[in-house]
Nanobody, 121 residues
Framework: QVQLVESGGGLVQPGGSLRLSCAAPGSIFGINTMGWYRQAPGKERELVATITSGGSTNYADSVKGRFTISRDNAKNTVYLQMDSLQPEDTGVYYC???????????????WGQGTQVTVSS
């Protein structure tokens, strides 16, 4: 079983920064796209950013220029550097990865448990 492990959330003042990490341990043959999603109270989960195994990135318009997604393929880890945080960035952040496990025929999506990010003064 692959369980994505997230870390790095917390409370930060407007204009501050946080860095989220998400690792995929276990018997993994390869990981395709990795990404971050968030869910604010009373709202649906939305895409924040994705990155392919080749390094191509995609961002939601609301975070372009403020957030940076990156990954370390050797460590099966994806990061989200969040700068100039605003109260509207508050929510639970979930990582997602399309993983081909050792012995499997197809890659499947896996989710992290979620980490709370709160931006407030």
């Amino acid at each position: 079983q692959v369980q994505l492990v997230e870390s790095g959330g917390g409370l930060v003042q407007p204009g501050g920064s946080l860095r989220l990490s998400c690792a995929a341990p276990g018997s993994i043959f390869g990981i395709n796209t990795m990404g971050w999603y968030r869910q604010a109270p009373g709202k649906e989960r939305e895409l924040v950013a994705t990155i392919t195994s080749g390094g191509s990135t995609n961002y939601a318009d609301s975070v372009k220029g403020r957030f940076t997604i990156s990954r370390d393929n050797a460590k099966n880890t994806v990061y989200l550097q969040m700068d100039s945080l605003q109260p509207e960035d508050t929510g639970v952040y979930y990582c997602n990865a399309l993983i081909l496990r050792v012995g499997a025929r197809v890659a499947l999506p896996y989710w992290g448990q979620g980490t709370q990010v709160t931006v407030s003064s």
